[in-house]
């Protein structure tokens, strides 16, 4: 999920892979010594070793108060599929006999034994988890079948119903609960108005040349331009400013695994007519 942190950092990061875009222990594109950081400048970047009056400039990234606006999107919230997640276990059926097969690690889907007689439908689901093996896996499935037994990673199930198996992954699935926009202040601060022309001037052309970028999450994000204006207010002390007024687009949204479904249909009766819907719970 995105929010007002998660974009800062990914704006941060953003303006510092276009003025380091071989990595920070390589020049930066204009020459200069720069940092990019989140907040306001402290007493150490102004006096420090790195600090202003020793040659170093710095962009510094805060969201400002009163500048966020919501955004309208489509209404009820609904969930859609994204990246679906493989089932690694394999189940089989020989008989009464129901074999498990998982990995000896990441294990991960779900599995199940469907017994079916007379009409009659019973499922024993189990959705494996971390640190499983055939073995639990074998016993988790056994213990919802009444007269099963279970002898390590192989289940005996009692004589009778029609047996057969299933196994299935998960889906991650997401929904947009929030759309909106946040007004960003981004301050270069140099301790030279001809380096305030130059490196603005590369901020300004990065920014603008590429509106997207992502936050700390990986969600995209747009970058729109709001304005920029210099400030010379502490020019006494050598400090020169550029600020760029930035709006940030973003979504802000949930997402949460969901099974795929693992047995279902319908059952018809002799005229045709659905006499039964099943799924993936126990019917009796």
């Known amino acids: 999920m995105s929010d007002i942190g998660t974009v800062a950092n990914g704006l941060k ?54 500048g966020y606006k919501r955004i309208g999107e489509n209404l009820g919230m609904p969930w859609r599929p994204a990246q679906g997640v493989p089932c690694t276990v394999t189940i089989s059926a020989a008989g009464n006999d129901v074999s498990i097969v998982a990995p000896q690690t990441d294990a991960s889907g779900i599995v199940g034994i469907r017994l079916e007689q007379a009409g009659a439908i019973h499922v024993a689901s189990y959705a494996v988890q971390s640190g499983d093996t055939a073995a639990t896996i074998a016993a988790a499935l056994a213990a919802q079948i009444t007269g099963a037994t279970v002898a390590g990673s192989v289940i005996t199930v009692p004589d009778g119903p029609r047996v057969s198996v299933a196994s299935t992954g998960h889906v991650m699935a997401s929904r947009l609960t929030r759309r909106q926009q946040q007004m960003f202040q981004v301050t270069l601060w140099t301790s030279d108005p001809g380096k305030r022309d130059t490196i603005g001037f590369a901020l300004d052309a990065w920014m603008s040349g590429t509106p997207w970028f992502a936050d700390s999450t990986g969600a995209q994000c747009l970058l729109k331009f709001a304005g920029s204006s210099d400030v010379d207010t502490q020019q006494a002390s050598s400090i020169f400013r550029r600020v760029f007024r930035m709006v940030v687009v973003f979504d802000t949204t949930q997402t949460q695994q969901q099974a795929q479904m693992l047995f279902g249909g319908i059952a018809l009766s002799a005229n045709g007519e659905p006499a039964a819907l099943y799924g993936d719970q126990p019917l009796f």
């Open 13 to 66: 990061d953003f303006i510092a892979s276009g003025f380091y875009p071989n990595g920070p222990n390589q020049p930066s594109i204009t020459g200069d010594r720069l940092i990019v950081k989140r907040g306001w400048l402290t007493n150490a970047d102004l006096t420090g070793n790195c600090g202003l009056k020793n040659g170093t400039n710095y962009v510094s990234i805060m969201p400002l108060e009163g």
